[in-house]
């Protein structure tokens, strides 16, 4: 492992969320510190030895946020957020889908390369109030921190801030001979970083607190809990933090500066680690860090941050002296050669508040954009184009697929972004250069991940196509069809429906 020890967040300052002007600072909770929550493994409905099944269900609940009334919450196989599935690579796996809320929903596995466009669970795989559905997949992958939500459009931001969001592993037997922390909720532990504000009665409310730029709260909700605090009982966490909010940028930190290891990102480890003390999270990114406690003794409180206001607090407990060393190199990342012929494709993300656009539209659900052939590696100039005002980071966001970043205008991309990524947060006035390969057939999304912009249009979907089936024939879902199901599933007349994502459309002129 490189000595260097990064101090800052490599992205552009001057683009920071701080900036914008609906920015939401959080605030310093004053509720009693709780124990942090871990949400507990789902338990498959039955396992061979090649397949697994499981059961996961979208449903309405109840949580207990802050003393009082509790919150209205939507979650998987729980009241808010989810239980943590686990996929094994290279097992067939079998999820029944069930969907208990009073309105449809989809669900989307955000980092898994699986058939797209139903598996993959974007905007064309609703399942409807009281109904449900089967996929199947084996994976290809390797190991990841990878996680589940609702992707409706254009619903998809209220529907996670309702509380649809689920961290989901891939394990494989490579990262499993890494020597890293593994006993979930002991020393594996997850963070889901999100952001809320409270209302009357301790409730959310979604259009109340609407942004076009994103919806943010004062409050931060790690794994639905507010000020956490966490026993360590290891000398060594691994945390497996993922930026859950709809808008938010995370900038994480710990008291003493306390220096921290990153060894994985998105797609899953990287190929070596990197010290770090900074960490900023686009939306949607994931980092799993190892964090050394030995210099502590019991007694002792490490807290981590966001900017200045404390997230979780890890109370150091008693516990054995563990020197593991990390090796050097963790994992092989491919380096492909690009297919020759192919152009450089070009996509550009522009505008903030209601006027979002990919490549100068806004999302059509019936609209295929670009088409790539299975198997084909290129490269895409991503361009984020807004620099008015300092401008805004937008969090890129592919479907169906792991790529590698190349550089950023031309120079190295950031030390921790040599990984497998799903997402990568694109500061104004920059392209990033990304290598991307398909290697499975389908129509997948690509789009910026701040919520609320996706569901405004900056979004579009692209044809991953076969030789033998250049242009398949899938039924994809229409806003007429969304708009008459949720009209009805509300009690609402059709004119009367409001989604956040509409308002971009409907100000810019534009049906969706
Ligand atoms: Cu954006």
């Not at 966490?230 to 060594?236: A, P």
């Not at 569901?455 to 242009?471: E, F, R």
């Not at 899938?474 to 009805?488: C, F, H, R």
Request: glycine share 8%; with cysteine; net charge negative.
């Amino acid at each position: 492992m490189s000595d260097q020890v990064y101090t800052d967040y490599f992205f552009d300052e001057s683009a920071f969320n701080t900036h914008d002007g609906g920015y939401v600072p959080l605030e310093e909770a004053n509720a009693p510190q709780q124990p942090l929550n871990v949400p507990p493994l789902l338990k498959p409905d039955k396992e061979t030895a090649t397949d697994t099944y499981y059961t996961v269900i979208a449903q309405t609940g109840e949580t207990q946020f802050l003393p009082g009334a509790k919150t209205k919450t939507w979650g998987y196989n729980n009241s808010v957020l989810g239980q943590t599935i686990v996929f094994e690579k290279g097992k067939h796996i079998h999820v029944t889908l069930k969907n208990e809320l009073p309105e449809l929903t989809t669900f989307h596995w955000h980092g898994l390369n699986v058939i797209g466009p139903y598996v993959d669970g974007g905007c064309h795989a609703p399942v409807y109030p009281g109904k449900g559905s089967q996929i199947d997949f084996t994976l290809d992958q390797p190991a990841a921190t990878v996680w589940l939500h609702a992707h409706p459009c254009p619903e998809t931001a209220a529907q996670v801030y309702h509380g649809l969001a689920a961290m989901v592993l891939v394990k494989d037997q490579a990262e499993a001979k890494l020597p890293f922390p593994r006993q979930w909720g002991v020393d594996d532990i997850p963070l889901i970083l999100q952001d809320r504000r409270f209302h009357e009665n301790n409730q959310w409310d979604y259009r109340a607190d609407y942004d076009p730029d994103g919806v943010q709260g004062p409050t931060a909700l790690i794994n639905g809990t507010v000020n956490p605090y966490f026993d360590v009982t290891t000398q060594r966490l691994r945390l497996r933090i993922l930026d859950g909010a709809n808008r938010r940028e995370w900038r994480l930190h710990f008291s003493d500066d306390l220096m921290f290891t990153q060894v994985g990102s998105d797609g899953g480890t990287m190929p070596a680690p990197v010290k770090l003390t900074k960490l900023m999270l686009t939306c949607a990114e994931r980092a799993e860090l190892i964090v050394d406690f030995g210099q502590y003794k019991p007694g002792d409180v490490v807290t981590l941050y966001s900017d200045d206001v404390p997230l979780v607090r890890f109370r150091v407990q008693q516990f054995a002296p563990d020197n593991t060393k990390l090796p050097a190199h963790l994992a092989d990342i491919a380096d492909l050669p690009v297919t020759p012929g192919l152009p450089v494709r070009k996509v550009v993300m522009s505008g903030m508040d209601e006027q979002v656009l990919i490549d100068g539209k806004k999302f059509a659900m019936q609209r295929i954009d670009a088409r790539q052939k299975v198997g084909d590696v290129q490269y895409w100039d991503v361009t984020n184009t807004n620099t008015m005002n300092g401008g805004m980071v937008h969090p890129f966001h592919m479907h169906g697929t792991q790529f590698t970043v190349i550089s950023r205008n031309g120079h190295e991309p950031y030390p921790n972004e040599h990984g497998y990524k799903d997402t990568v947060g694109v500061n104004p006035g920059e392209t990033v250069r990304i290598k991307v390969k398909f290697d499975l057939p389908g129509l997948y999304m690509y789009h910026c991940h701040i919520i609320e912009h996706e569901d405004g249009g900056m979004m579009a979907q692209i044809l991953a196509y076969t030789a033998d089936n250049p242009n398949p024939d899938y039924k994809l879902m229409d806003m007429d069809t969304m708009m008459q199901a949720l009209s009805e599933e509300r009690g609402v007349p059709m004119d009367q429906l409001w989604m956040g994502g509409m308002e971009s459309y409907a100000k810019m002129g534009m049906r969706m």
